[in-house]
């Protein structure tokens, strides 16, 4: 399977409203038992969370998976910080990158593959205010032509 295909579960919409994404990498990520069981039944937001690396290891914080309705005692923490398992390459290539000014780690999308859960994250520069503008300006003027192209060949 190719990288960020699987059943998605969680899109992060707002990243590719706030930054361009230059490039991604697919990660796993340790769970408990009752996070992978709310994951499979689609109760995550990517919204907020980011990505940061401490000694040399990727963690996701601020990822809300709800706790699982079936679980008891045992259930999760639903903000708690989590390991993302990249190889060593990847980390270090990340390191480097993020080093520079204006670049960040964020989460693009969850989704499942092969049974696991997978995490789509994209190094991403942040966007201005009037690259933002030009976007929406960019996909106003797509809809309107399709609108267009859609109504002159109902006829």
Known sequence: MAKGTGKVLAQNKK?????FIEETYEAGMVLQGTEIKAIRA???QLKDSFVRIRNGEAWISNMHISPY?????????????????LHKKQINELIG???????T????????????????????????NYDKRDDMKKKEAK???ERAFKAKNQF
């Open 69 to 85: 309705d079936q679980g008891n005692r045992f259930n999760h923490d639903p903000l708690r910080v989590r390991k993302l398992l």
């Open 42 to 44: 689609g109760k995550v």
């Open 143 to 145: 809809r309107e032509m």
């Open 97 to 103: 990158l993020t080093k520079q000014d204006g670049y």
């Open 15 to 19: 990243a590719g409203h706030d930054y």
């Open 105 to 128: 780690i964020v989460p693009l999308k969850m989704y499942i593959k092969d049974g696991y859960a997978k995490l789509l994250i994209g190094l991403g520069k942040g966007k201005k």
